[in-house]
């Protein structure tokens, strides 16, 4: 290989480098990039303007501010309006690196095959922090949540959808008015923790409940039929595990497993 050979070679390399490192984000040893980190998950933590927002509509006439707004508060597990004093306020929150690419984007899984013989499976992923419903295996819908504030306060387990209340109050807690705080469109999983539309300030904020906004609440509510089964798991590869450990026993959801023997 000559002198002009290896320069060329040399200089394709260095563009290689510098592509990846825009890319994925670089650092030096013993030295933290001075940009934002850029995640593998398609995400960054940083800072985003209102004329940022604006400029999106350009690129992609989907991508309307309030869209946009939706997209980072459902990537963020933050409602629209603590999301937009996020923005004012100019306080780092995760950004998509493509807002097109995240306009169907769900942490949650497509296919569930360990929910394949089921007719409705509903799974909280408390890491997510994500709830989705499933229809013999597949997803169905699914919404950013918020669970208890510590982690004794949203148990893991299998449980199942109890009681379904669309305008419950709770006896428990109270709202910033003194009054009974309301809890609507409920479904009760056990003792008294409950799946119900609620404020979300972020991924976790509850009391233990699992709250979410009103308006999956509702097509969650209208969907779940009484003695769905529940799965609570910290992470999602737990998901094989409990099952496992419950597939002798359809107990505690015995009308979904009666259910579903039909497609074994």
């Not at 940009?35 to 400029?55: N, Q």
């Not at 008294?192 to 009391?207: F, K, L, N, P, Q």
């Not at 979410?212 to 595990?241: E, K, N």
Request: with cysteine.
């Amino acid at each position: 290989m000559n002198l002009n050979e290896k320069l060329f070679c040399s200089t394709i390399i260095l563009m290689l480098i510098t592509v990846a490192c825009l890319s994925f984000g670089c650092s030096s040893t013993g030295r933290a990039s001075s940009g934002p980190a850029i995640r593998p998950d398609g995400w960054t933590f940083r800072t985003i303007s209102p004329r940022e927002i604006e400029r999106l509509g350009k690129r992609d006439m989907d991508i309307s501010p309030s869209i946009a707004r939706r997209l980072l508060a459902r990537l963020n597990a933050r409602d629209f309006d603590y999301i937009e004093e996020d923005i004012k306020a100019g306080r780092p929150i995760k950004v998509p690196n493509d807002f097109t690419a995240f306009k169907t984007w769900t942490p949650m899984p497509g296919y569930i095959p360990e929910f394949r013989n089921f007719p409705q499976y509903i799974l909280i992923v408390k890491d997510i922090p994500f709830i989705g419903w499933y229809e013999y295996g597949r997803l169905a819908g699914d919404s950013y949540i918020c669970v208890g504030k510590s982690d004794e306060l949203t148990s893991v387990g299998v449980y199942s959808v109890k009681e379904k209340d669309k305008e419950h109050i709770s006896r428990s807690y109270k709202n910033a008015y003194g009054e009974p705080s309301p809890m609507p469109f409920a479904l009760r999983i056990y003792e008294a923790v409950w799946i119900h539309a609620g404020d979300i300030t972020g991924g976790y904020c509850s009391h233990g409940c699992v709250n979410l906004p009103l308006a999956p609440a509702t097509r969650l509510f209208d969907w779940a039929a009484p003695g769905a089964p529940v799965i609570i798991v910290d992470s999602l590869d737990q998901v094989p595990v409990l099952i496992a450990q419950k597939s002798s026993n359809c107990t505690p959801f015995t009308s979904a497993c009666l259910r579903s023997t039909d497609r074994l």
